[in-house]
């Protein structure tokens, strides 16, 4: 089984298939991806959470893809954190820092875990790079989700303090001609 999941994560991480893209309501996605992985964190005893952004724009992306960044981010969120801890998502519009104003929605994974030591955050999106122990991690969804990111236009970039929990920020653009909000 690990070998097949390692097998699959370097086939997910090669592969550069074509973006099936589509207007998408960011919040209704992340809704969708949260009561998937309720269970998961009831176990764990983590309080997972989601605070969505109003009024957002329609972004244009590949669901399929970016569902599985969004499981990856909220797993590896769930894995950080410990029984009491709470993983927190949230929405919102935000403009680019390196696109000179360029508006876009920023989704936000918060978890109050263990933090990642600042010697590993260079690291963190290349490809096998894990913290965790064998037979746990691959060390290829943080590459994958990464290049999904990439892929669709937009940057993911980490704040984490040891002890104190991390947050991974996840910024897509807007397409301006197809930014008509939300569908009801």
Not at 15 to 38: A, F, K, Y
Not at 62 to 78: H, P, T, W
Not at 79 to 101: C, F, H, K, L, P
Not at 121 to 144: I, Q, S
Request: charged residues 20%.
């Amino acid at each position: 089984m690990r070998v097949r999941n390692i097998v699959k994560g370097l086939l997910d991480f090669s592969r550069q298939t074509e973006l099936d893209q589509e207007p998408t309501d960011i919040n209704r996605l992340i809704r969708t991806v949260i009561s998937g992985m309720e269970n998961q964190a009831l176990i764990k005893g983590v309080n997972l959470e989601f605070d969505p952004g109003e009024d957002l724009p329609l972004i244009t992306l590949d669901r399929n893809q970016f569902q599985s960044v969004l499981i990856n981010l909220i797993i590896n969120a769930l894995d950080a954190t410990g029984q009491g801890g709470a993983v927190r998502v949230s929405t919102g519009i935000s403009v680019s820092a390196s696109n000179s104003g360029k508006k876009g929605v920023e989704i936000a994974i918060a978890d109050t875990g263990c933090g990642i030591p600042p010697e590993n955050l260079d690291t963190l999106f290349e490809p096998f790079f894990t913290t965790k122990e064998v037979g746990k991690g691959t060390g290829l969804g943080l590459a994958v989700t990464y290049g999904i990111v990439q892929r669709h236009g937009g940057t993911i970039r980490v704040q984490s303090e040891v002890g104190r929990g991390s947050t991974f920020t996840v910024w897509i653009p807007v397409d301006e001609k197809s930014s008509v909000g939300p569908v009801p």
